[in-house]
Structures are given as structure tokens and as C-alpha cells.
């Protein structure tokens, strides 16, 4: 009677003879030789994984980037009509002094993109524009004052982009300027550019 031992390997059991009859290289693992047909089981589960894979996949593709909440829709030029900046209040505002909170959001076609945090906020009318130092060829301006202090924003077009600014004004400040500076830019497509 031959002893044998079985111990588990990464491709099945390994057989060993304890008292080897022939030389170790017939020593041979318990599956089918290499060249035997596959089975049906295994067929079939290569074929139900490539399903899968493909299945994955096409879902993969179908979730690919969304850069629209950021940017343009295409390579077509936005109108400047259709550039507005947007005042929202936040809820609830600082009701211990009652200090306003706004934020302010750019819309560029159906793109809209916050440009900044200010107390107060109202659309500002063209009219009104020198009032503010924003120039009159402006797309958009809003803002507000309160409480002795001035928060601007303004949309001007500069060459082929389109220029967000923001300044201030404090009403203990010696100089009048509102000291306007480039807080984002936009291409003429509504894309945001650094």
C-alpha cells in the first residue's frame, strides 16, 4: 500500500507519493492534463464574466466627467446678455446682530458659478454705475452697503474674455477708490481660464 499526502497549493492539491515508485518529476497535481477540453462550468462562467466586464464598462462610459456645472456647454460663444450676477441670501443670517449674508453667483448661459461671499446685495441698475466706479460698458454689477462698509462686484468684457471684479468701500477710508481687482475670468465660451 502507497502512502500518499495531499496538501492544498495556489492551483489545486499536490499529491505526493511518500514512497515514490517513479522519479519526481511524475509527481502530478490533481487536475486534468494541460490540452483537455474546458468544460461547460467553465465556459459558461468566462462567458457570464465577459458579460459582466462589458456591462461595467458601458456604465463606466455612461458616468463619465460633467464639467458643465463649471464651464460652457461647447465651443460656441456665450452672449453677453446672458451674463448675470445672482444675489442669495443665506439662511438664516447672523441673528444675534442681524448682519445680512449674501452669496453672489455669476450665470454664464447655463453655467453658474459662485464669485464671492458679501453682506449685503442687490442688483446694481447701469444708471448707478459711476456711483460705484464700475465703468459703463459693465455686463453686470451688483452689491451693497451695510453697516459702513461696501461690497462690490461687477462683469465687464476685456478682449475676448470676460472679467469678474470685486471692491469695497469703508466709510472711514481716506482715498475714495474701491480699489476693483480681477477675481475670475471667463473665455467668450464661458470657460473659466486662470
Known amino acids: 500500500m502507497k502512502k500518499q499526502l495531499l496538501y492544498p497549493a495556489p492551483l489545486g492539491f499536490v499529491q505526493i507519493d511518500l514512497c515514490p515508485s517513479s522519479p519526481p518529476s511524475a509527481v502530478r497535481r490533481g487536475r486534468k492534463p494541460l490540452g ?9 462562467n468566462l462567458l457570464e464574466r ?15 466627467s460633467d464639467n458643465s456645472g ?3 456647454d ?7 446678455e446672458s451674463i448675470q450676477l445672482i444675489c442669495q441670501p443665506v439662511e438664516p443670517a447672523d441673528t444675534l446682530q442681524e448682519i445680512p449674508h449674501n452669496e453672489v453667483f455669476i450665470q454664464i448661459g447655463d453655467s453658474k458659478i459662485k464669485v ?9 441698475a447701469p444708471e448707478s454705475f459711476a456711483e460705484y466706479q464700475i465703468p459703463a460698458n459693465a455686463i453686470a454689477a451688483a452689491g451693497g452697503w451695510w453697516a459702513g462698509f461696501g461690497d462690490y462686484i461687477y462683469v465687464v468684457q476685456q478682449g475676448d474674455n470676460y472679467l469678474v471684479k470685486q471692491g469695497a468701500m469703508d466709510e472711514e477710508q481716506d482715498n475714495k477708490d474701491f480699489g476693483y481687482h480681477t477675481v475670475l475670468t471667463f473665455t467668450k465660451e464661458g470657460k473659466e481660464t486662470l
Do not use: M, Y
Not at 36 to 44: D, L
Not at 50 to 64: D, H, K, N, P, T
Not at 116 to 124: G, K, L, N, P, V
Open 36 to 44: 483537455a477540453r474546458p468544460q461547460a462550468p467553465f465556459a459558461q
Open 116 to 124: 464671492a461671499d458679501i453682506q449685503s446685495c442687490e442688483t446694481i
Open 74 to 80: 461647447s465651443g460656441t460663444a456665450v452672449a453677453p
Open 50 to 64: 465577459s458579460i459582466a466586464f462589458a456591462l461595467f464598462s458601458f456604465l463606466l462610459a455612461a458616468c463619465g
Open 70 to 72: 463649471n464651464t460652457g
